[in-house]
């Protein structure tokens, strides 16, 4: 069974830097992928990657910022946020696709699902 548990979430000023974990119990062929909720608002597709290989998609919205990495050996998936901006804030989510080896941007799409690491950015 798969389990997610995000970490690393926390509150930022407008061009700092932080990173997420997810910690990614019993994955294997699953495609990941990294999604955000702000408040009032339906939850946004950030990046999607697939666990055993190949490279990532991003949202138009971050690309160019966020970087998307796995480290294979300790079931852990980064999600390594630059230059923030308000618009970023919200609760960021660690999901997981066991229907497909590559996540798409449809949050239905996803099975598995972490608690939410909140991350706050002020000017």
């Known amino acids: 069974q798969v389990q997610l548990l995000e970490s690393g979430g926390g509150s930022a000023h407008a061009g700092d830097s932080l990173r997420l974990s997810c910690s990614a119990s019993?994955?294997?062929?699953?495609?990941m992928g990294w999604f955000r909720e702000a408040s009032g608002t339906e939850r946004e597709f950030v990046v999607s990657?697939?666990?055993?290989?190949?490279?990532?998609v991003y949202a138009p919205s971050v690309k160019g910022r966020f970087i998307i990495s796995r480290e294979k050996p300790n079931n852990t998936l980064f999600l390594q946020m630059n230059d923030l901006k308000i618009e970023d804030a919200g609760v960021y989510y660690c999901?997981?696709?066991?229907?497909?080896?590559?996540?798409?941007?449809?949050?239905?799409?996803?099975?598995?699902w972490g608690q939410g690491a909140r991350v706050t950015i002020s000017s």
């Open positions: 999901a997981g696709n066991a229907r497909r080896i590559m996540g798409g941007p449809e949050a239905g799409e996803y099975d598995y």
């Open positions: 019993g994955v294997g062929r699953h495609g």
């Open positions: 990657i697939c666990w055993i290989g190949g490279s990532p």
